[in-house]
């Protein structure tokens, strides 16, 4: 019940029904500020309960100086949450756990239930094993529910078992689309005390480009697994009024451009800028000409950038893409007069008061690709194959070949590209890249051209309505010309489910240790994350996509080198057959229309007869298989007493690994291929499984015995504290002090009692918002992680596991303080936290070393996590005593 402090209530009549809403108009101080903090102004005036949310926090969110460091600690409510299968199985694995661990503490189950709606679509586990036919995507369906029945039958027990809980099944869509397209409300309604109330969609997800809401006008964004169960059970989100980055939008996208360009050149420009933990709002007269499409190709790359959300407001344009995709008219009135109500409406001559704000003239955007391992890396189209050219020595083993390798038919070399897809969330939502593709595939056929025989293939679009238009435009014949058949429809390539390359060109890939790439329209191109094969991945809009499988090498030039001859003899240049604005917007006229949302979404919680065939178990607390490779019980609350016990210093720790700069979740966690000889492809052998079955790290993270044995399993980590040595290995001071894996030296030290550290260079868990990047550390027995710097999500996922985050004084590092990571280390001063207060800077022992260190937990909300020793225990006993 809010305390109404402000006498905010008020009503809101919108098509002859009345809605109580709560005004923040009346609030000194709420005109100026930014768009995504007046949404959180309704939020803490809606929520408002004199405890954690207090008129206190009203005033100084109303009264933010945006010059200011982030220091007033606020409570955000989200209206809903949003979550993927790779990272929705470990939430739901999570809150049946929680059912069991209260009914043993001797509470009731049905108290562990979403408070709040909840929504998860299954889209990151079907993978490319087939590509180039017709029936791809029936046999890549087919093969998915095959290996993950298990996961399945166990989503479909959640969607019974728990409230506002409901499931979109596979083959439906990418988690971001089916959100922009219908599950995003962009203002909500629900029925509170037998009043209909209505207030600002929010949200947010087990997935880091949860931000591409933003695009229409949600605030959202991406939070690890256990955050989001905290969510779920109705804990606030607490957060420090954040840092809002200003950035201007002027001009109009040159011909030629895409949103991709757009979306690269922005994330180029805000990560040097740098807004790791900020929020980024787009304003000015430019944001007119920006359609809705780019808006959520620019909110999606928020985490490429670091920015906690990156977001647009509410106009004309969000009204046209609502009714575009079936929104009701009521719902459209509801937004329209709610936001112009609330101040939510954008007015481009109106400049709200920013932190600190950037500046970017659309007509200066020039074609782009990134590349080849971080998505900030911007090249210059036009630079392209000189900058290759330049990377790729640094690719090369002295046995590497710089000649053609014969593979089966074909013959393959350094820098040819065998993996093209059109995949991931970023674009596939977009027509215009979509159909720019479509066309531009078109023209290519029509003169004769051809993709080469060593590039893998793949089209994954975000949702039904891609193919649909497609077909209704008469364009899937040459796409499929091309060997851009459908695969499935989910994030495949860009999470890592590119699936295995055909047999002969994975051998010579890999006996002559060839540095080939990918070519792909997401977000992501870490290393080691598309395929085990790929050393080097470019993220391209889709057209480029197209046109890199056409060239079939990344040492092109597409100005100066010819994509081939025509049937006449006549060599054929990306410029003949690029599509021009005019005719993809003709297309989209005649081949999109609402009807097509309509349809397509008529039944989207339903599935297909796969779906409806799978045996679901019953009841309100999970009966677990003993057999189960895929759902294990996880060991969280093992003996977990009522009141939590006092937090103690760490001593005699060891280190576990010593990391570099830009260290990923996906280096900490992988979401791909489980290798046969790795820990986890020997546990899933010992447990019966074949190499063929193995799936993915993603797939099967309802099993923490694989997670654990996943945990920094990537293929390309780099641990410091051996010598050329990539994977997922260390040195094992438990025993020898020799290599060994790294899960093998965490059983040792754990027998031992040996606590363990990690050290970390800049940029420590950037990336996607991998729960078990957090999780898997710490059932490996690590304390803390010193890092020079933290990305957001991670930071706040360690402590959610009980990990301290602690940070390297300005200008320290491992390396300037003389440390190996062969030192025995204590860190002093963490009981301080036992008496209700945080200490700003701990004292770590290093061997004959000392040091002062940062402590990173940054909320007296974080502290209570870390004291409880995580996030799902301090919640489980709040629960018990509510």
């Not at 880091?208 to 939070?223: C, D, E, I, Y």
């Not at 994030?491 to 990918?518: F, M, Q, R, W, Y």
């Not at 050393?535 to 890199?548: C, D, E, T």
Request: negative net charge; proline residues 5%; glycine residues 10%.
């Amino acid at each position: 019940m809010s305390k109404n402090s402000f006498n905010a209530k008020k009503n809101l009549e919108v098509a002859g029904k009345s809605y109580e809403i709560f005004d923040i108009s009346g609030i000194q101080g709420a005109t100026s500020l930014p768009f995504s903090l007046k949404v959180l102004l309704e939020n803490l005036l809606r929520t408002e309960d004199g405890a954690n949310i207090t008129a206190d926090h009203i005033k100084a969110l109303a009264n933010w100086n945006p010059a200011a460091e982030p220091d007033t600690e606020i409570q955000f409510t989200p209206a809903r949450v949003v979550m993927q299968d790779f990272t929705g199985v470990p939430c739901i694995v999570d809150l049946a756990t929680m059912r069991e661990a209260i009914v043993d503490l001797g509470g009731d189950p049905s108290k562990v239930n979403p408070l709040a709606p909840a929504e998860l679509v299954i889209d990151h586990s079907v993978i490319a094993d087939v590509f180039g036919t017709k029936d791809s995507f029936e046999q890549n369906t087919d093969i998915e529910y095959e290996r993950n029945q298990e996961r399945y039958r166990f989503l479909r027990w959640g969607q019974t078992a728990f409230d506002e809980f409901k499931v979109v099944p596979p083959g439906t869509g990418i988690v971001h689309q089916v959100n922009i397209e219908y599950l995003a409300r962009v203002v909500m309604t629900r029925t509170v005390g037998g009043v209909l109330r209505a207030y600002p969609d929010t949200v947010v997800g087990t997935d880091s480009h949860t931000t591409m809401v933003n695009g229409l006008g949600v605030l959202g964004w991406g939070v690890g697994g256990i955050e989001a169960e905290a969510a779920l059970l109705g804990q606030p989100v607490s957060m420090l009024i954040p840092r809002v980055v200003g950035f201007k939008l002027t001009g109009q996208l040159p011909l030629g451009t895409t949103a991709t360009d757009m979306a690269l050149t922005i994330t180029e420009i805000l990560r040097k800028h740098g807004v790791v933990g900020k929020f980024v709002e787009f304003y000015g007269p430019g944001v007119v000409s920006v359609p809705m499409a780019n808006r959520t190709t620019i909110g999606n790359m928020s985490p490429e950038y670091g920015s906690t959300c990156a977001i647009f407001p509410i106009d004309e344009e969000a009204l046209r893409y609502l009714r575009l995709t079936g929104r009701s008219d009521d719902q459209v009135a509801l937004v329209e007069q709610y936001a112009k109500k609330q101040g939510l409406w954008h007015d481009p001559s109106v400049e709200p008061r920013f932190s600190e704000q950037v500046e970017l003239d659309l007509s200066t955007v020039v074609p782009s690709i990134a590349g080849p391992k971080r998505p900030q890396d911007r090249i210059s189209l036009s630079d392209s194959k000189l900058a290759f050219e330049k990377t790729l020595p640094t690719y090369f083993s002295d046995k590497t070949s710089r000649e053609e390798v014969k593979a089966g038919s074909t013959r393959v070399k350094n820098g040819d590209v065998v993996i093209a897809s059109i995949t991931s969330c970023t674009n596939t939502s977009n027509p215009s890249v979509m159909i720019g593709a479509a066309l531009l595939a078109k023209k290519a056929v029509e003169k004769g051209l051809k993709s080469k025989p060593w590039v893998k293939t793949t089209l994954a679009p975000g949702s039904k309505v891609v193919t649909d238009y497609y077909d209704r435009a008469d364009l899937t014949k040459y796409m499929q010309a091309l060997g851009f058949h459908l695969v499935g429809y989910g994030c495949v390539t860009c999470i890592g489910n590119s699936g295995p390359l055909p047999i002969e060109i994975s051998k010579a890939v890999n006996d002559s240790d060839l540095a080939v790439t990918a070519v792909l329209s997401g977000n992501r191109n870490f290393e080691g994350r598309i395929s085990p094969d790929v050393k080097m991945n470019y993220l391209a809009s889709p057209p480029l996509v197209v046109a890199y499988a056409i060239a079939g090498t990344m040492d092109h030039d597409f100005e100066k080198d010819s994509l081939g001859q025509d049937q006449n003899g006549k060599d054929v240049y990306l410029a003949d057959i690029w599509p021009t604005p005019a005719e993809i917007q003709s297309v989209i006229d005649s081949s999109i229309s609402s009807a097509m949302f309509t349809k397509d979404y008529a039944s989207v919680f339903d599935g297909d007869h796969r779906w409806k065939s799978l045996a679901t178990p019953v009841g309100k607390v999970f009966e677990w298989d003993p057999k189960s490779t895929y759902v294990r019980k996880p060991p969280y609350f093992d003996g977990m007493p009522k009141t939590p016990t006092p937090v103690v210093d760490i001593s005699g720790a060891r280190v576990l690994a010593v990391l570099g700069d830009s260290v990923t979740t996906d280096h900490i966690s992988p979401a791909g291929n489980i290798k046969a000889d790795s820990p986890a492809g020997k546990y899933l052998a010992e447990h019966g499984i074949d190499r063929k079955d193995f799936n993915s790290y993603g797939s099967r993270r309802g099993n923490h015995e694989v997670m654990i044995r996943g945990t920094f399993a990537n293929i390309r980590l780099k641990n410091l504290l051996l010598d050329g040595v990539e994977g997922g290995f260390t040195r094992n001071f438990a025993t020898d002090g020799r290599q060994s894996t790294i899960y093998d030296a965490s059983v040792a030290y754990q027998s031992a009692g040996t606590p363990l550290v990690i050290l970390a260079g800049k940029e420590y868990g950037s990336g996607s918002s991998r729960d078990w990047a957090a999780k898997g550390t710490a059932l490996l027995g690590v304390r803390a992680v010193i890092a020079e710097s933290f990305e957001r999500i991670h930071r706040s996922n360690l402590i959610g596991m009980g990990v301290l985050p602690l940070q390297f004084k300005n200008g320290d590092s491992a390396q300037s303080l003389g440390l190996t990571g062969e030192e025995e280390f204590s860190i002093s001063g963490i009981t301080a936290l036992n008496t209700g207060g945080v200490p700003k800077e701990l004292t770590v022992t290093a061997g004959s070393k000392s040091f002062v260190a940062t402590v990173r937990i940054d909320t007296p909300g974080e502290a209570d996590y870390y004291r409880h020793g995580g996030i799902m225990q301090y919640v489980l006993r709040s629960l018990l005593n509510a």
